[in-house]
């Protein structure tokens, strides 16, 4: 069982550890710049949370229409498990 002090030196390992949001300017968070998110993360927040998914849907069928039609970059390369962005959505 953890000791009480195993416990704080987690959280401050956890509360100090690389975050790329911690190093953004507070003029950059002002003008809205966001720290890069990888491919992979947002593949697994949209398969692992039926509200994000049901949302991003939502939102591709109220500017594309029901049949839209998916396309990608051939510059892009970045996969998740292997799969491009278009084979995971179509």
Do not use: C, W
Not at 8 to 27: G, H, I, M
Not at 35 to 49: A, I
Not at 61 to 70: E, P, R, S, W
């Amino acid at each position: 069982m953890p000791t009480p002090l195993a416990n704080v030196v987690t959280r401050l390992k956890e509360a100090l550890a690389y975050r790329p949001a911690f190093f953004l300017t507070q003029a950059e968070k002002g003008m809205g710049v966001s720290p890069e998110v990888s491919f992979k993360v947002m593949t697994e927040v949209y398969l692992g949370d039926l509200a994000v998914r049901a949302s991003i849907d939502f939102l591709a069928d109220q500017i594309a229409g029901m049949d839209f039609h998916t396309t990608m970059s051939e510059e892009y390369t970045e996969r998740s498990d292997g799969k491009t962005a278009k084979e995971i959505v179509d």
